[in-house]
C-alpha cells in the first residue's frame, strides 16, 4: 500500500512593497486637524494654561491677596482708633498700603520664580520645548502671561485697600492728588510686577526654585539689613546708598515716604526695576540659546 503524501501547496511569495512613483500624491492617512504655523499666540496660550491651572499660583496669589488686605486693613482700624487730626496733619492714608505690599511682594517673587523654575525641577520644560522649539519665544510668553497676571491682581488688591483705607481715615487725613492715587495704585503694581517678572528671569537663570527665591529674598531684604549695622564713619557713603536704593526704600518711595531726603524719587524706582529687569532678560535670553536643556 503506498504511503506516498500529496506534495505541500507552496505559499505564493509575498508581494514587494509598493512605493508610490514620484511625484505621485501620498494617499495614507490625513489628519483632519488644520496644519497652521505656530506664532507667540499660540504660547500664550499655552502659558496662560500652566499658569492657571496649578494649585501653587492659587495659592501663592491667594496668600498675597489675604497680606495685603489682611494688613492693609488692620494698619487702617489701628490707625483710625488711635490717631487724631494732629498725628496725620498733612499725611496721605495711602501710605498705609505699603506694608502690606511690602510683605506681599515676597508672594509675587515666589510666583515668578516657580513659573520657569519649577519646569526644570520637573523635566516639564522638555516637553515645553518640543512643543515649541523657539526658546526666545516660550521665555517672553511666560513673561508676558505672568507680567500681566501680577499687574491686574497687584492693581486691584491694592486699589481696594487704598479706597478702603481713605474712607477709614477721611476725618484725619487729607483727600490724595490725582498724582498720589496714580503712584499708589498703578505706579506701585508696575514695579511689583517688574519685580516679580525680575524674579521669572532669575529662576530661568538659575533653574533651581529655592535658589532663586533665596536670591531674591536676599536682593530685597539684604542691602537694607547691611546698612543698619554699618556703624562705622568711613562707611557712611555705602550706608546711605544702601539705604536710598533697597527695594523697600524705592517701594516706599511711591508713598512718598523716603527713607532719606536724597536718592529716587518721583518715579525713579519704575526706571531702576526696568532697565534691571531688561537687563536679566538679556542675560537669560543669552543662556538660554546656549545652554542645554
Known amino acids: 500500500m503506498s504511503t506516498h503524501q500529496p506534495p505541500m501547496p507552496q505559499a505564493a511569495p509575498a508581494a514587494p512593497d509598493r512605493q508610490p512613483a514620484p511625484g505621485a500624491p501620498y494617499s495614507g492617512y490625513t489628519s483632519p486637524i488644520p496644519v497652521v504655523r505656530t506664532h507667540l499666540g499660540h504660547a500664550i496660550a499655552s502659558e496662560w494654561t500652566k499658569i492657571r491651572s496649578v494649585r501653587s499660583t492659587i495659592w501663592t496669589i491667594g496668600v498675597f491677596v489675604l497680606l495685603v488686605v489682611g494688613i492693609g486693613l488692620l494698619a487702617g482700624a489701628v490707625v483710625s482708633n488711635s490717631a487724631s487730626t494732629d498725628d496725620l496733619s498733612g499725611e496721605s492714608a495711602l501710605s498705609l498700603g505699603f506694608f502690606g505690599l511690602l510683605l506681599g511682594s515676597m508672594c509675587i517673587i515666589t510666583l515668578g520664580v516657580l513659573t520657569t523654575a519649577s519646569e526644570y525641577g520637573t523635566g516639564m520644560i522638555r516637553t515645553t520645548m518640543v512643543a515649541c522649539p523657539s526658546r526666545a519665544r516660550v521665555l517672553a510668553a511666560k513673561a508676558i502671561v505672568f507680567f500681566g497676571v501680577a499687574f491686574v491682581i497687584t492693581l486691584a488688591t491694592s486699589a481696594f485697600v487704598a479706597m478702603t483705607q481713605v474712607s477709614m481715615l477721611s476725618d484725619v487725613a487729607r483727600t490724595p492728588t490725582g498724582a498720589?492715587?496714580?503712584?499708589?495704585?498703578?505706579?506701585?503694581?508696575?514695579?511689583?510686577?517688574?519685580?516679580?517678572?525680575?524674579?521669572?528671569?532669575?529662576?530661568?537663570?538659575?533653574?533651581?526654585?529655592?535658589?532663586?527665591?533665596?536670591?531674591?529674598?536676599?536682593?530685597?531684604?539684604?542691602?537694607?539689613?547691611?546698612?543698619?549695622?554699618?556703624?562705622?564713619?568711613?562707611?557712611?557713603?555705602?550706608?546711605?546708598?544702601?539705604?536710598?536704593?533697597?527695594?523697600?526704600?524705592?517701594?516706599?518711595?511711591?508713598?512718598?515716604?523716603?527713607?532719606?531726603?536724597?536718592?529716587?524719587?518721583?518715579?525713579?524706582?519704575?526706571?531702576?526695576?526696568?532697565?534691571?529687569?531688561?537687563?536679566?532678560?538679556?542675560?537669560?535670553?543669552?543662556?538660554?540659546?546656549?545652554?542645554?536643556?
Open 180 to 293: 498720589e492715587w496714580l503712584k499708589g495704585t498703578v505706579g506701585v503694581s508696575l514695579y511689583i510686577a517688574l519685580l516679580g517678572l525680575l524674579s521669572l528671569v532669575i529662576g530661568s537663570i538659575i533653574r533651581h526654585s529655592a535658589g532663586a527665591i533665596t536670591i531674591m529674598i536676599g536682593a530685597v531684604l539684604a542691602p537694607l539689613v547691611i546698612a543698619l549695622f554699618m556703624f562705622s564713619q568711613s562707611l557712611e557713603k555705602v550706608r546711605t546708598a544702601l539705604f536710598e536704593y533697597s527695594i523697600p526704600n524705592q517701594l516706599s518711595v511711591f508713598y512718598s515716604n523716603s527713607l532719606s531726603e536724597a536718592g529716587p524719587s518721583g518715579w525713579d524706582p519704575l526706571w531702576i526695576i526696568l532697565l534691571t529687569t531688561a537687563v536679566a532678560f538679556g542675560a537669560a535670553y543669552l543662556l538660554l540659546e546656549k545652554r542645554d536643556v
